[in-house]
């Protein structure tokens, strides 16, 4: 059964300074990879989706993508207070778009 | 982005009741999804629905759940008879292909009592 883990469980970085999220998966088949963030009493917003291994960047946000080690990671660049949110990884296995999240990254810009 | 609506926001209702979540889905999407997620825990896929069937459903969609989407309208899902453990919040997606991105609700909050 896919399990995917986030770290840091939460993050607090000042404005402007690179902001990095991590997410293990264990399922090695996993063949698509999306980074959401919810903001408070809100739906999940989709920031940027990676299929292959490698870079995929959408605006200020960057995902990198390391199927061999199990590992996919958003590098958030020059965040905003109005970035701070739980940022949401989501894993697809197999064909039905069935997606397993991670925990979730609480994120704090200061300013 | 496209936007996915969800009706109602919250619902309270005592253990036993049958209750009825909707959600509105992006216009054109064909795929629709229903994920639970407990307070503190991570969000769970519970089904999802394509062409009038369920595809897929995980451990978590109990006999008492079933979804349905007549004639195009909402998309629901409903919980007859409820339990104190379907006390969570629950997400609607839609996607417009199978491997499409799926775009979220802001959820229903259900407190079974």
């Known amino acids: 059964q896919q399990k995917v883990q986030q770290s840091p469980e939460s993050l607090t970085v000042s404005e402007g300074a690179m902001a990095s999220l991590n997410c293990t998966f264990s399922?090695?088949?996993?063949?698509?990879f999306r980074w959401y963030r919810q903001h408070s009493a809100k739906g999940l917003e989709v920031l940027v989706s990676?299929?292959?291994?490698g870079e995929k960047e959408e605006g200020r946000f960057t995902a990198h993508l390391n199927r061999a080690n199990l590992h996919v990671s958003l590098h958030i660049r020059e965040p905003q207070p109005s970035d701070s949110a739980v940022y949401l990884c989501?894993?697809?296995?197999?064909?039905?778009?069935?997606?397993?999240f991670g925990q979730g990254t609480v994120l704090s810009v200061i300013p | 982005g496209p936007k996915v609506l969800q009706i109602p926001s919250h619902q309270i209702i005592d253990m036993g009741q049958m209750v009825t979540l909707n959600c509105d889905p992006v216009?054109?999407?064909?795929?629709f999804y229903w994920y639970k997620q407990i307070l503190g825990q991570q969000m769970e896929f519970l089904v999802n629905?394509?062409?009038?069937?369920?595809?897929?459903k995980s451990k978590l969609f109990k006999d008492q759940f079933s979804v349905e989407r007549p004639d195009g309208s909402y998309f629901t899902l409903k919980i007859q008879p409820t339990a104190l453990e379907d006390s969570a919040v629950y997400f609607c997606?839609?996607?417009?292909?199978?491997?499409?991105?799926?775009?979220f609700g802001p959820g229903t909050r259900l407190l079974v009592l």
């Open positions: 990676i299929f292959s291994d």
């Open positions: 997606a839609s996607s417009l292909g199978a491997g499409d991105t799926q775009y």
């Open positions: 216009s054109n999407h064909l795929y």
């Open positions: 989501a894993v697809r296995t197999g064909g039905n778009n069935k997606l397993t």
């Open positions: 629905f394509y062409n009038g069937k369920v595809m897929e």
């Open positions: 399922d090695g088949t996993s063949n698509n």
